[in-house]
């Protein structure tokens, strides 16, 4: 959940302008949920069966 606010904090609030060559670009608030979900789409593609999934054998 920290990594989670985290990624939503940075994106509306760090200035992207000098990475495109403008002086100020900020991304709006709008798409700090928007980060989160990607954020969690990405984690789902590397570990599909969650961040804490441990094999359990049947017997």
Do not use: D
Request: proline letters at 7%.
């Amino acid at each position: 959940m920290l990594l989670l606010a985290l990624v939503e904090t940075l994106v509306t609030n760090l200035n992207f302008g000098p990475l495109v060559g403008e002086t100020f670009l900020y991304v709006p608030l709008a798409y700090g949920p928007a980060a989160g979900f990607c954020l969690l789409v990405v984690t789902l593609m590397f570990r599909p069966r969650g961040l804490f999934h441990s094999e359990s054998k049947r017997v």
